[in-house]
C-alpha cells in the first residue's frame, strides 16, 4: 500500500541509515513487550476478529505488535492485512511470494518480532486471544516455552485418535512429557526462536528442540473452537508426515552433536562381523575347503564395505559438526545466566547482542 516510508527515529536508539529498500513502509515504533505472530492461508474472513479480539484483551495491560504472515493466500487476506495495519499501529504483516507452508509463515514471523515474549497462534479463531494472559504468566514464572494443550479438541473423531496415537509416540520417543505437542498457541521467550531452526514440517517439534538446547518448556490448558470460517488446510497425511519427521528429530536431537556415535557404532558393528565372517571362511580355505561359491562370503564382504561406508559418513557428519562449532557465535551458546563484572567490556557487550 505505502510505498513512501515514514521512519521516525526511535527515542531510545540512534537513528540508523537504513531507511532505504528493506524497510520501506514500516513504521517505527515503541519496541513492545509482546510479540504475536500469526501464520494465515486464506484466512482473511477470520483476521478483522481476531486483531479486534487480541487487541481487547492487551489493551492498557500489555505493549504488543500483531504481526500478521500471508502465506500466499489467494483470497482477500492480503487486503484485509493493509486495512488492519492502518487501522492500527500495532498491527504490521508480511506477504510470502507464494504459499511456503506454515513453517516459512512462521519462520518470516520470527524473524520480525522485537518483543521479549513471543506469542504464535492459528488465524482461523480456534485459539481463543482470551487466554493470552495465561501464556504471558508461565512466562513470567520463568518458563521459556509455553505449549497450549487443547483440553478438549474440536477436531473431527478420525483425527482425535490419531492424534491421540501421535502425541503418546513423540512422548515416549523424545522423553518430552507433552500431551499436545503439535498446537498451534504457544509463547516463547524471544531468545528460543531466535535459537531455534524450524524448516520443513519441524516446528511441530519446537518444544523437543528448546526442551534439548535446554530451555524449560511446560503447557497450559486452553480451549479450543471449532472452525468458523472454511475447513482444516490439513489432511490426515499431516500425520503420517509427522511420523518421518519424528525420526529426524530424534537423530538431530540425539546424535547431530555426536554424529560419529551413532554411524561409527553401526559402522564398527557391521565392519567387525564382516571381518569374523571372512576370517572364518579364510580358516576354512587354508583347511582345504572351497569357499568361492559360498553366499556367505558375499554377505561377509558386503558387511565391511557397509561398515566403512558408515564409519566415512560418521567422519564427514563429524566434520559438519565442527565446522558448525567454529562458526558459532557468542549469541549461540546456550547460556541462560551470567553474574559478575565484566568491567567496561564493550565488545563483549556488542557481541552479545541481539541480531
Ligand atoms: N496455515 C498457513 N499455511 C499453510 C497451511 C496453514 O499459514 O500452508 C495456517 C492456517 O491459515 C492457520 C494455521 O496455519 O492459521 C493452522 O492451520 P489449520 O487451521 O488449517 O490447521 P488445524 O487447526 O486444522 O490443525
Ligand atoms: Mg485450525
Redesign the pocket.
Given at each position: 500500500m505505502s510505498q513512501t516510508a515514514t521512519v521516525e527515529p526511535e527515542t531510545d536508539k540512534p537513528k540508523r541509515e537504513k531507511t532505504a529498500s528493506g524497510l520501506a513502509g514500516l513504521r517505527l515504533s515503541e519496541t513492545p513487550r509482546i510479540s504475536i505472530v500469526?501464520?494465515?492461508?486464506?484466512?482473511a474472513e477470520s483476521l478483522p476478529e481476531l486483531a479486534k479480539r487480541i487487541a481487547e484483551t492487551l489493551d492498557g495491560k500489555e505493549t504488543f505488535e500483531l504481526i500478521f504472515?500471508d502465506?500466499?493466500s489467494t483470497d482477500d487476506s492480503w487486503k484485509v492485512m493493509q486495512s488492519l495495519v492502518a487501522a492500527d499501529p500495532r498491527v504490521r504483516a508480511v506477504r510470502l511470494r507464494k504459499?511456503?507452508?506454515?513453517a516459512m509463515?512462521l519462520s518470516a514471523g520470527f524473524s520480525r518480532v522485537r518483543g521479549e515474549i513471543v506469542i504464535m497462534m492459528?488465524?482461523?479463531l480456534?485459539d481463543d486471544p482470551a487466554e493470552l494472559p495465561k501464556f504471558i504468566e508461565k512466562i513470567e514464572e520463568g518458563y521459556d516455552v509455553v505449549v497450549g494443550w487443547k483440553l478438549k479438541r474440536l477436531?473431527p473423531a478420525n483425527r482425535l485418535v490419531l492424534t491421540r496415537i501421535f502425541n503418546g509416540t513423540v512422548r515416549w520417543v523424545t522423553g518430552v512429557k507433552l500431551h499436545d505437542m503439535?498446537c498451534?498457541f504457544k509463547a516463547y521467550r524471544r531468545e528460543v526462536v531466535k535459537t531455534i531452526p524450524i524448516y520443513g514440517d519441524l516446528f511441530r517439534y519446537i518444544p523437543v528442540f528448546a526442551a534439548w538446547e535446554g530451555f524449560r518448556v511446560t503447557e497450559v490448558g486452553v480451549h479450543h473452537h471449532p472452525?468458523k470460517h472454511g475447513?482444516?488446510?490439513?489432511g490426515l497425511e499431516r500425520i503420517l508426515r509427522g511420523f518421518f519427521d519424528l525420526i529426524s528429530i530424534t537423530f538431530l536431537t540425539k546424535y547431530s552433536k555426536r554424529p560419529m556415535h551413532l554411524f561409527g557404532a553401526i559402522g564398527l558393528l557391521m565392519g567387525f562381523t564382516g571381518v569374523a565372517i571372512n576370517l572364518y571362511l579364510t580358516v576354512l580355505w587354508f583347511l582345504g575347503h572351497k569357499i568361492g561359491d559360498r553366499p556367505l562370503l558375499l554377505f561377509g564382504s558386503i558387511l565391511i564395505v557397509l561398515g566403512l561406508q558408515f564409519f566415512s559418513m560418521g567422519f564427514i557428519g563429524e566434520y559438519l559438526t565442527y565446522l558448525n562449532q567454529k562458526r558459532m557465535k557468542a549469541t549461540d551458546l546456550p547460556i541462560r545466566e551470567e553474574i559478575g563484572s565484566i568491567g567496561s567490556g564493550s565488545e563483549l557487550a556488542l557481541e552479545s547482542r541481539p541480531d
Open positions: 500469526v501464520p494465515g492461508l486464506n484466512e504472515v502465506d500466499g504459499n511456503f507452508g506454515k509463515g492459528d488465524a482461523d480456534q477436531d503439535n498451534g472452525r475447513a482444516s488446510r490439513y
